[in-house]
């Protein structure tokens, strides 16, 4: 409980901080700046692989995961690019939040076109199901988010849909392989990913209902979250995120969207990314005010 005082403490120092000193857009300016090179980097990491060059790879993967097989999918040859995260799916949720930063931040960013274009790209080449439906969605908002329509009239906007449709029907069997095949294997229960996400993750949150398991000590790995926060840590922390979810829908309806889609697709609330994450959403949920905490 003392960690907890001292790490809320802090987090209200750092609030009022950045408030204070209106550093909102710059948090994010950096975050996409970092994505972009790390995506760059992903991507050369993909190159590499398409070439075989396996004295660089090896270089590479002494500092990360090892097997080469995390690239790929299932016995499949297709390679799936995941940069410096140990899955695709993570450096397909880490870019997608990136992006739902970006986009549907209430502080007045636009980020550059260039650098979505390469997390957009990036992204796909993950071929990540529980990426590729929230990359779709956050470019649909973007574009109903410009109600004027304006960017028809760009040059830019008709040689980035060209491409695309060229890249798009170039991977076409990939995108099958990686995002429609699977979907009918979760259909035809030859996926479990999406029950454990959805039900299993819940198996065990019933035997410690009040104060959980303890930090760290859930019984399995689980796929959700607010399962994770029930299980380990009991019902008074879940009642807390779950008023916290709520604050941030009525805040920024679509961070709360987003929030609520990613606490069912990725487990390990833990980790440092998590609430790196969560301080981001609080410091570019709303506009600035007057007021600090």
């Known amino acids: ?60 993967w002494m ?61 796909v080449l993950s071929f990540s199901l529980s990426s590729f439906p929230l990359l779709l969605g956050l470019i649909l908002i973007k574009i109903f988010k410009t109600l004027d ?5 760009s040059i830019k906007t008709y040689f980035f849909i060209i491409v695309s449709a ?16 699977r979907v009918f294997r979760v259909q035809n229960n030859r996926d479990n990913s999406a029950k454990m996400r959805l039900s299993g993750s819940w198996d ?8 959980g398991y303890g930090i760290n000590n859930s019984p399995g790995l689980l796929f959700n979250n607010y399962a994770y926060i029930l299980t380990e840590l009991g019902l008074i922390p879940l009642a807390i995120s779950i008023v916290f979810t709520i604050w941030l829908f009525f805040s920024n309806v679509f961070y709360g969207l987003y929030f609520i889609y990613f606490m069912f697709q990725q487990g390990g609330y833990l980790s440092i990314q998590f609430w790196c994450m969560v301080a981001i959403l609080i410091f570019t949920a709303k506009r600035n005010s007057t007021n600090t905490i």
């Open 166 to 181: 060229g890249i798009f029907f170039s991977i076409w069997d990939k995108i099958y392989e990686s995002i429609i095949a």
């Open 149 to 153: 329509f304006k960017f028809l009239k």
């Open 1 to 60: 409980m003392i960690k907890v005082g001292l790490y809320c403490y802090y987090f209200i120092l750092l609030y009022s901080f950045i408030k204070a000193n209106k550093y909102e857009i710059m948090i994010i300016e950096k975050l996409v700046w970092f994505a972009t090179l790390f995506s760059i980097l992903a991507f050369f990491i993909y190159v590499l692989q398409l070439i075989s060059a396996t004295n660089f790879l090896n270089v590479i």
């Open 204 to 211: 065990y949150s019933l035997d410690y209902p009040f104060m």
């Open 63 to 123: 500092y990360l995961r090892q097997d080469e097989l995390s690239y790929f999918l299932g016995s499949s040859n297709l390679i799936r690019l995941r940069g410096l995260t140990n899955e695709p799916a993570h450096f397909g949720i880490i870019n997608c939040f990136v992006l739902a930063v970006a986009y549907l931040n209430k502080i007045g960013y636009s980020i550059p076109f260039k650098k979505s274009i390469v997390l957009i790209v990036t992204t």
